[in-house]
C-alpha cells in the first residue's frame, strides 16, 4: 500500500465555494425525485415524511461538521468510524457512504435526461445521462478548484430557476390543492415517503469528503453546513408548497399517459402555461442546471470517498491514487463513472434512489456513533466547532436515521437485501479474500 502522505488533495476550496458545494449537492432534490414520495403518501404523507426529515438533517449535519472540523480527511464518515469504532466498523461505514455516493449520480443522471428530454423529445434520456457522465468526470478530473468554480456558477443559476417557478407558480396556488387526497395510503404512506423525503437533502454530508481540500477545513466547514442547511431548508418547503398548490400532487407525478414523471416542476408549470412558451422553456433549461449541480457535485464527493477508500488499503490500491499533474481522484472517478453507467441501464430510478438512500441512513447511523464514542473515547481531541445542543442533537439524528432505515427496509425490503447484501458482501471479500481489513 502507497504511503497515505505520498498522495495528498489540493487545498482549493474557500467558504463561498463550499456553500456552492453544499447547496449544489442537493438541489437537484427540488427538481425531481422528491414527487415520487407522493405517490407513496400524497401531500399530507410527504409532508410528515419531511418534517422529519429535516429535523434529521439540521441535527445531523450540524453534527457531522464537528466530525468534518476535527478529523478533515476525504474518507469522511469511513475515517471518523475507522478512528472512533475500528477498521472494520470503518469498512463498512465507509462502504455504506460509497453505496450513497454511487447510486445517487445515475438517479440524477436520469433526471438530466429527462429534463432535456422535455424540451428536446429527440434526445435519448440514456444518451444524455451517459454523456453527462463523460463530460463531468472530466471536468472533476482536470482539477478541484476549476470544478467547484463551475459548481458554484451553475448552483446560483440552479436557486434562481427556482425562485422563477415560484414567481409564476404562487400566483396560481390554491390551497385547496394541498388537500385533495392528501393522505392516499393512510399514515403508512408516510413512512413509505421516507427515502424520497430523503432525496430533499441527500448529499449535504459530501462538505464533509472535501474538507481536507478547504483552505481553512475548520472554519469554513461549519460555515459551509450551515449556511447551506438553511438554504435548502427554504427552498424545500416553497417548492414542495408551489409545486403541490398548482393543480394538486397527482398532476406532478402521473403523465397523461398513467406512468411516473421525473420532471415534476415542468409538469407543474404545464398547468398554468403553454410548454412551448419561453418562460417554460426557460425554468426547464434553469431546472437542468439544477440537476447537473448536484450530478456533478456528487461525482465529485463520491471520487473523494472511493479514493480515501484506496488509499486507506480497503480497495486496489490504485484507486487510492491522485492524477500526477491535476492533483484529483481520476483512478477512483473513473472507476465511479463506470459503475454509474452499469447503474443507468437498470432504467429505475425510484429504485436507485431508494439504494442511494439506504446508504445514507446507515452512514449517518455510524457517523452519529462515532460522534458520541469520540466524545468519550478522546475527549482531547481538538474540535473547533462543537455541535450544539450535545448530546442531545446527534442523539436525535441517531433516532430517526435508525427509525426512518427500519421503515425503508419494511417498505422495500427486497432492495434492503440487495444492500446489506452488497454491504456485507464486500466485506467478505475485503477481509476474507484480499485481507485488507486488519
Known amino acids: 500500500m502507497s504511503n497515505p502522505n505520498e498522495q495528498k488533495l489540493q487545498k482549493s476550496l474557500t467558504p463561498t465555494l463550499l456553500w456552492g458545494l453544499g447547496v449544489g449537492y442537493v438541489i437537484s432534490g427540488m427538481y425531481f425525485g422528491w414527487n415520487l414520495g407522493l405517490e407513496k403518501g400524497g401531500t399530507l404523507g410527504m409532508a410528515i415524511a419531511t418534517f422529519f426529515v429535516i429535523i434529521l438533517y439540521l441535527t445531523f449535519s450540524l453534527s457531522y461538521a464537528e466530525l468534518a472540523c476535527a478529523i478533515p480527511q476525504a474518507g469522511g464518515a469511513f475515517d471518523y468510524a475507522n478512528r472512533a469504532l475500528g477498521t472494520k466498523w470503518g469498512f463498512l461505514a465507509g462502504m455504506a457512504q460509497n453505496i450513497e455516493f454511487l447510486f445517487a449520480p445515475p438517479a440524477i443522471a436520469v433526471g438530466i435526461g429527462a429534463y432535456f428530454n422535455a424540451v428536446f423529445p429527440q434526445l435519448s434520456i440514456l444518451g444524455v445521462a451517459i454523456g453527462a457522465y463523460l463530460v463531468f468526470t472530466l471536468l472533476n478530473i482536470l482539477g478541484t478548484k476549476l470544478a467547484s468554480a463551475f459548481e458554484l456558477i451553475i448552483t446560483i443559476l440552479a ?96 403523465k397523461a399517459d398513467g406512468t411516473i414523471s421525473d420532471s415534476p416542476l415542468p409538469m407543474a408549470m404545464s398547468k398554468i402555461m403553454s410548454d412551448t412558451s419561453g418562460i417554460y422553456q426557460l425554468i426547464v433549461g434553469i431546472g437542468t442546471c439544477g440537476l447537473i449541480a448536484s450530478f456533478h457535485g456528487l461525482v465529485l464527493a463520491a471520487g473523494r470517498a472511493t479514493f480515501e477508500f484506496g488509499r486507506a488499503g480497503n480497495a486496489p490500491a490504485f484507486i487510492g491514487k491522485v492524477h500526477p499533474k491535476f492533483k484529483t481522484p481520476a483512478n477512483a472517478l473513473l472507476l465511479n463513472m463506470a459503475f454509474g453507467i452499469v447503474a443507468l441501464l ?23 456513533v462515532s460522534l458520541l464514542v469520540l466524545r468519550q473515547k478522546e475527549p482531547n481531541l481538538k474540535r473547533p466547532f462543537r455541535v450544539p445542543f450535545y448530546p442531545i442533537s446527534p442523539i436525535l439524528a441517531l433516532v430517526i436515521a435508525s427509525i426512518a432505515l427500519i421503515a425503508m427496509i419494511i417498505y422495500n425490503f427486497n432492495l434492503s437485501l440487495v444492500f446489506f447484501g452488497i454491504l456485507v458482501g464486500s466485506f467478505v471479500v475485503a477481509n476474507f479474500l484480499l485481507r485488507r481489513i486488519s
Open 346 to 368: 437498470s432504467n429505475s430510478t425510484a429504485d436507485i434512489i431508494i439504494l442511494s438512500a439506504f446508504g445514507a441512513l446507515t452512514m449517518y447511523i455510524f457517523s452519529m
Open 159 to 254: 436557486v434562481l430557476g427556482l425562485i422563477i417557478f415560484w414567481y409564476f407558480a404562487f400566483p396560481k396556488f390554491e390551497s385547496k390543492n394541498l388537500i385533495i387526497n392528501n393522505l392516499p395510503n393512510g399514515f403508512n404512506g408516510a413512512f413509505a415517503a421516507l427515502p424520497f423525503a430523503i432525496w430533499f437533502f441527500l448529499g449535504i454530508e459530501g462538505l464533509a469528503n472535501v474538507a481536507e481540500e478547504s483552505n481553512n477545513p475548520q472554519k469554513d466547514i461549519t460555515w459551509g453546513f450551515g449556511s447551506a442547511m438553511a438554504t435548502l431548508v427554504v427552498l424545500c418547503v416553497l417548492t414542495f408548497v408551489a409545486a403541490v398548490g398548482i393543480n394538486g400532487w397527482e398532476s406532478i407525478v402521473y
